[in-house]
């Protein structure tokens, strides 16, 4: 009886265990507070959309509108985590206390303006949101990852679907032209909960601007030259109120030196 009840309980022990290995795997634990995990596996990425009616020549463009996100196609990334939200101002003051880094040109002597705690960081070039990510542990999204992390793996035009609802976003609201706190547009969210990928602030990635596979769009900006952006920044330049800056797949990019007011940053990271 004393070596029955001895072997059941190893029995019991051991089945216990492996639960709690099994259990700890399929949760993988988040590794820091307000990141979301974006599952391994396949997602649409591009479009292949023809700007018909020549709207961009129309409106003065000089970028032909969607042939850089040419040829739409499939794509395979592992697991990773994203921000849930973009950096806030709060954030990027801890960052440049630390390291005695320069503060955004907005900061009143270092410090955040009044009220402004919870907005999204702007005004940062490429080299200093790729430092806060490294600071904080973390890197900047790859261009896929941010596209995934914003459409889900239906090839959704904007991050809550295919129908460009200004109401979801930072465009048509009273404060249109500004930014706005950091998830204040809820309806907004994509597939995996990610707030404000698109409108608000545009994005920086990780990645140079180039072409993708198969590509038949050639542009003289492709190389290491410029640093790509997304998320349709619907902040201090608010009158940008085209459905085709908000969509998931649209690109943009410029040089990694350069700033602009209403761009700013979330970080990712690898398991």
């Excluded at 949760?27 to 307000?34: A, E, I």
């Excluded at 970028?63 to 040829?71: A, S």
């Excluded at 109401?167 to 950091?182: C, L, M, Q, R």
Aim: aromatic letters at 14%; proline letters at 7%; one cysteine or more.
């Amino acid at each position: 009886m004393k070596i029955r009840t001895s072997v059941l309980c190893v029995h019991v022990l051991i089945v216990s265990l492996s639960l709690v290995s099994c259990s700890s795997k399929a949760l993988r634990p988040v590794p820091f507070r307000n990141m979301l995990p974006v599952p391994a596996g396949r997602f649409i990425r591009g479009s292949n959309k023809l700007d018909e009616f020549q709207q961009a020549k129309e409106l003065g463009s000089k970028k032909p509108w969607y042939k850089d996100e040419y040829p739409q196609h499939e794509m395979t990334l592992p697991f990773f985590y994203i921000d849930q939200f973009e950096i806030t101002n709060a954030e990027y003051k801890q960052f440049i206390d630390a390291t005695d880094w320069r503060a955004p040109s907005y900061f009143v002597d270092r410090s955040v303006p009044p009220g402004a705690e919870n907005y999204p960081v702007s005004n940062i070039n490429w080299f200093e949101a790729d430092r806060y990510c490294s600071w904080a542990g973390k890197r900047l999204p790859t261009e896929a990852e941010w596209e995934k992390a914003a459409r889900g793996e239906d090839g959704r035009e904007f991050p809550w679907g295919n129908d460009f609802e200004k109401i979801k976003e930072n465009t048509d609201k009273a404060t249109s032209g500004d930014i706005a706190p950091v998830g204040t547009f809820k309806e907004g969210s994509s597939p995996y909960g990610v707030m404000d990928m698109a409108g608000n602030v545009w994005e920086w990635t990780g990645d140079w601007y180039k072409p993708y596979p198969n590509a038949t769009y050639q542009s003289e900006l492709f190389g290491e030259k410029q640093k790509v952006f997304r998320g349709g920044g619907g902040g201090r330049v608010g009158h940008y109120v085209l459905p085709l800056f908000y969509r998931t797949s649209y690109r943009s990019s410029i040089k990694p030196e350069q700033a602009f007011s209403d761009l700013g940053f979330r970080c990712a990271k690898s398991p």
